[in-house]
């Protein structure tokens, strides 16, 4: 505490002290002087007279030992979150740490005067004998004192010039204040209150009575100051404060706040005056209360809370890509009634609702972005104030200025908030410019969950949401109004495969489905309320086959039904009512054929009209042998909205051929029961065609069911005479699956008498090969090779190893290259070959041998057999030449005879064939016969006439095979040539098991 002046009394007689607060008395005729303790000077170094120092009452164990800390002496750093705990015990001139106690020197009963009591009133004279004399009335006595961190309460400090409680330069916080008025009476006195850290303002205090806290270590930010009764028409009081950061603000008086509020700043020291009304004022300059008209705390992304920001401030973050969650906003210390609402626009959650003064709007721990924010004043802050706010958000940066409850942001583009600046403007002032755009919203947005792609980001206002050009399905969506300002809904509903439609969904909620690979076919879509008063809704969808159809509008179908078509995006957006909309002319909607809307009749021989079949039915027989004689088709268009269109069909008479064709309704075929039906064929046109195929299939006598047919195929059988029993019929959906397989569903061939079943080899009319005309190199063997080096000279070509074309071979026909001008590469080519002699004829049929087929459709299980081994037979003789199965005479080997055998037989086991067979690699094709499961395995014991024969090395592989013609003989190609030997002998006896290729 710094004084100018302090009256100090000098006792020429010992004194007695009482307890604390007691009076202190001086005893009836003992003197006393005043002396000055000048500023600076110690109460040790007042004397009384003789030079000896006097002990000043309340000095001594109680005060600090003379040690004066000044201002400007700065405690440690940190000191202001010292626990109060000890701020008792450091207090000077309070060794009892207990607060509230007053030491001796403290008591206010002394006064000025030295007053006693009763008794012992001296006066000015020091005289208790003379009471002629009158008192002049004595102005009253302001006191205060302060309770500062870490050092307790301060000592009582009087109204005089220059006089300050607290501390300077030591970041030591006030706590507590109390202050009264000496002498004052009746409603006179003096009141106050405080701004307590977290508390705020408290009540009013009055006459001594603490203002604060004590033992919690809470700053005083803020006071008020007032006197009541005639002492405050008598009166001003003054005062200022001593602020963190800021020093001493300026004067103010009489009720006005001194000090700060919303800067978290710490009170530090005060100064009060009492001055006479007319009295000179203090006098000071700036400001004297310190607050900010409106604050605002952000809450982003990884950071958490950030501090408080102030009028014109950002709060958030920019350029971090971090999402702004919550917000509070308050208006600290406001000078008129009213306050200040806010609300925000949240991802997933939309608008929440207002929120006032410092309560949270947004979300924490929720990872949800802000996306927009309104904020208004209420009140009479209203009437004198405006508010102004803008948004940086995700990829637009700083949008314009808006105010008063104007919306700021984005709304429907899932755009994260990042920051925020807001402004209160007293009306009148100079206020930021308002003209750019302050809040990006769109009317509608939708997202699209398509196949293989899942959800996709939300699209706006006729984005495209779903994928076109990948055949991918459109499988659920999602719509909502991003910022619905009008009461209302939008509505949709989807009709999904194989489920038809949905139920109306709602704002957001999924229509279709998801994780069940179904399809969206159709979509309605539609506003309520006053929304659908002030908005159209349109719509267009984009479909599998056909693209982008014309816009659909408030709660018409888009897309098509029954159809199996799917849609793969859409397009949706709102125009304002009389505003431009999109071309709806044309077809939105497709309604496809159902069941019953296709039906089909007939006469069967016997049994005469067959009545109406619908739509996949059979109309016929099977199994009774009795011919189909005619067909009548009928299709039901029942709306406009199905595919417009003719079918026309004809049938193929017995005797009489290909009838005319005729439309539906009219009878195609015999009406007089002389002839049978033997095929058909059916055509659609108009956008019948563009949305169907039209399938259809015949049930033939001998044959059974042949395949689907479609769009005009023939189906059936002519040139055979065989009888049409049955027919069945299907509109399909271009984008429907087919019935079944386009294939086998006509043909002028007799049923085959003998047939494998399906699983194995199937016998054929006829077989050919291609690709025989290939070049010759290292490692080929064959006829082909053997014939080369036969003419080269080079040996016969015969047995294992003899037709290898290897080096040998290559370096002679690099030497019959040069010496004949042609390019030297040591390899067969077309011209070489042609240069050594032979022809075009033999370089293609030696390369791609296949023996004529001695079977036809008549032939029975048993002429396959034995066509299979006179083939066989023709090859008696014939020389062994590994890798090869040319013509009889020319050269072969065990599984190249076996080829040929079977091709006599009807049966081609390709890929294994000549060709690859005298490709490197492909030498013992015996081994790839006896691993295909195209051939059924039977046990050794079970060999019949016609089975294929295998052998085995030592180590189980295989390496030879040979036909088995009975009583265990086998004919087999084996070095050196074609022979009929037993089926064990000594030079092969391993057998490894048994090939049966006809079934």
Known sequence: ????????????????????????????????????????????????????????????????????????????????????????????????????????????????????????????????????EVEEPTAPVLMYRAHVQSYGWNEWAENQEDTWIGTEGEAKRLEALELKIDGAEGEDGIEYRAHVQSYGWQDWKKNGETAGTTGQTKRLEAVQIRLTGTLAEKYDIYYRTHVESYGWLNWT???????????????????????????????????????????????????????????????????????????????PDSEYEGGIEYQTHVQSIGWQGWKKNGELAGTTGQAKRLEAIQIRLTGDMAD????????????????????????????????????LEIRLVKKGDEAP??????????????????????????????????????????????????????????????????????????????????????????????????LKDHYDVYYSVHMSKIGWINYASNGEIAGSTDLSKRIEAIRIQLVEKGGKAPDTSGQKYIEGYQTAD?????????????????????????????????????????????????????????????????????????????YGMEAVKISLSGDLAKYYDIYYRAHVEKYGWLGWAKNGQAAGTTDIGYRLEALQIRLVSKDANAPGPNSNYYTNLKKRRYQNPSQYYQIKDSITLTGGGYNLSYGFEGVKVMQVIRRLGLGSGIGMGGAFYGTNVQNAVRNFQRKNGLSQTGNVDLLTWLKLGFNQVQWEQWGAYVSPMKVNRDSTRSDHI??????????????????????????IDCSGLVMQALYGAGLDISPINPVRHAHPGYEYESRNMWASPKFKHVPYSQRQRGDLIFYQNSSGVVIHVAIYLGNNQVIESWPNQVVVWPVQNGQRSNIKGVVRPFV
Request: glycine share 16%; charged share 20%.
């Open 1 to 132: 505490m710094k004084r100018k002046q302090i009256t100090a009394i000098v006792l020429s007689a010992v004194l007695a002290f009482g307890t604390a607060g007691t009076s202190l008395a001086a005893a009836p005729g003992v003197e006393y002087q005043t002396a000055v303790l000048e500023e600076g000077q110690s109460s040790q170094e007042v004397t009384d007279g003789t030079g000896e120092e006097t002990q000043l009452p309340g000095e001594g164990a109680g005060e600090n030992d003379g040690t004066v800390t000044e201002p400007g002496q700065t405690p440690a750093e940190g000191e202001d979150q010292e626990p109060s705990g000890s701020d008792e015990t450091a207090n000077p001139g309070n060794p009892s740490g207990e607060e509230g106690t007053e030491q001796p020197g403290d008591s206010q009963d002394q006064g000025e005067s030295g007053e006693t009591g009763d008794e012992g009133n001296t006066g000015e004279s020091g005289n208790p004998e003379d009471p002629g």
């Open 433 to 530: 410019e308002i003209g750019a755009e302050s809040y990006k919203y769109s009317l509608v947005s939708y997202s699209a969950h398509s196949q293989s792609v899942g959800w996709q980001t939300a699209k706006y206002d006729n984005e495209v949401a779903g994928v076109t050009g990948q055949a991918k399905r459109l499988e659920a969506i999602k719509i909502q109004i991003p910022d619905n300002t009008y009461e209302g809904s939008i509505e949709y509903r989807t009709f999904v495969q194989s489920y038809g439609w949905q139920d109306w969904k709602r704002d957001g909620q999924i229509a279709g489905t998801t994780d069940q690979a179904k399809r969206m076919e159709a979509i309605q879509i539609q506003l309520t309320g006053a």
């Open 253 to 331: 008086s009489n009720g006005e706040k001194s000090g700060s509020l919303g800067y978290a700043k710490r009170l530090e020291a005060i100064e009060i005056r009492l001055v006479e009304k007319g009295g000179a004022a203090p006098e000071g300059e700036g400001d004297s209360y310190k607050y900010p008209v409106i604050s605002y705390n952000a809450h982003s992304q990884s950071i958490g809370w950030q501090g408080e920001r102030f009028n014109g401030q950002q709060a958030g973050v920019t350029g971090q890509a971090k999402r702004m969650e919550a917000i509070k906003i308050k208006l």
């Open 384 to 419: 004198y104030y405006d508010i102004y706010y803008r948004a940086h958000v995700q990829s637009y940066g700083w949008l314009g200025w808006t105010s008063n409850g104007e919306k700021a942001g984005s709304a429907g583009y899932g755009k994260r908030l990042e920051a």
């Open 866 to 891: 034995e066509a299979m081994i006179s083939t066989a037979y023709s090859y008696m003789g014939t020389a062994y030449v590994i890798g090869a199965s040319g013509p009889p005479g020319t050269g």
């Open 598 to 674: 296709f039906t089909y009749s007939g006469t069967i021989q016997g049994k005469g009209d067959s009545g109406a079949v619908q739509m996949g039915g059979t109309l016929g027989t099977t199994g009774q042998g009795k011919r189909l004689e005619n067909i009548t088709l009928h299709l039901n268009r029942r709306t406009e909205n199905m595919p417009e269109g003719e079918i026309t069909y004809a049938t193929h008479l017995s005797s009489l051929g290909w009838q005319e064709a005729t439309g539906l309704d009219t009878v195609n075929g015999c009406t007089d029961g002389k």
